[in-house]
C-alpha cells in the first residue's frame, strides 16, 4: 500500500524559498513518474510540476522559473524547490506517484496524503 508523506511547508515571506519533500513509504508497481499539485480554499488541486522516470520535466505556466521539481523513483521520493515565492502560491501541496499511457496521458495512481501547507506573506 502507497503512503505518501509531505513535509516542507511552513510560512514564509514573499520572495522567501521552501523545499518541500515527498517520500512513499509503502510499495508500488512501476512509477512513471512523479508530481506535485496544489490546492487553495475553495480551488481544486492542480498539476504544478511533474518528472518522469526518465528525468523529463513539465511545470505550470505560474511556477516556470521558481519552482524545480526532482526526485527519484527508485525510491519513491520527490522534491520540490520553491523560490522566489509569491502570496499567490499559498496553499496545500500534495505528491502523488503516476502511471502514463497514451490513452489516459499522467494519472496519479496513489491515495493523496495529508499535504504539507505552504504560506506566503506579503
Known amino acids: 500500500q502507497v503512503q505518501l508523506v509531505e513535509s516542507g511547508g511552513g510560512l514564509v515571506q514573499a520572495g522567501g524559498s521552501l523545499r518541500l519533500s515527498c517520500v512513499n513509504s509503502g510499495s508500488i508497481g512501476r512509477i512513471d513518474g512523479m508530481a506535485w499539485y496544489r490546492q487553495s480554499p475553495g480551488n481544486q488541486r492542480w498539476l504544478v510540476a511533474r518528472i518522469s522516470s526518465g528525468g523529463n520535466t513539465m511545470y505550470d505556466d505560474s511556477v516556470k522559473g521558481r519552482f524545480t521539481i526532482s526526485g527519484d523513483n527508485a525510491k519513491n521520493t520527490a522534491f520540490l524547490q520553491m523560490n522566489m515565492l509569491r502570496p499567490e502560491d499559498t496553499a496545500v501541496y500534495y505528491c502523488?506517484?503516476?502511471?502514463?499511457?497514451?490513452?489516459?496521458?499522467?494519472?496519479?495512481?496513489?491515495?493523496w496524503g495529508q499535504g504539507t501547507q505552504v504560506i506566503v506573506s506579503s
Open positions: 502523488n506517484v503516476l502511471s502514463y499511457s497514451p490513452a489516459e496521458g499522467w494519472i496519479p495512481v496513489a491515495s
